[in-house]
């Protein structure tokens, strides 16, 4: 008669540490939508579609984020398949640069005026 092996302390922290980073990645993101949010119903209009009607430039603004969160699950495929091929680690790090740099890029758009 074979027994299952007993879990460690070992195994419980790793499973901690993968838990606080799952955690700390879907904070970031969310975070990252919040900001967007924000910035698409107070700032995105008047910079980005300044000749449209101000209903039409915060619909504008929030059909960028809607294509966001559409393209959610599209990335979760995506990622998820190379997460199980590669590592979940690497495929976090990278999840997380790609966020950086989208955000900081959206943060260099030139305005409607500067164009």
Do not use: N, Q
Not at 31 to 54: R, W
């Amino acid at each position: 008669m074979t027994h299952a092996p007993k879990k460690t302390d070992t195994d419980s922290r790793k499973v901690r540490k993968i838990a606080a980073a799952s955690m700390a990645g879907t904070a970031l993101e969310y975070y990252d939508f919040s900001i967007y949010g924000l910035a698409a119903a107070l700032v995105f209009p008047s910079l980005f579609f300044p000749e449209s009607s101000a209903f039409i430039g915060i619909l504008a603004s929030f059909g960028t984020l809607a294509v966001g969160y559409f393209a959610r699950p599209v990335g979760a495929i995506v990622f998820g398949h190379f997460g199980d091929k590669i590592g979940r680690k690497p495929v976090l790090v990278i999840t997380l640069v790609i966020m950086g740099v989208a955000s900081t890029l959206i943060g260099l758009l030139p305005t409607h005026d500067t164009i």
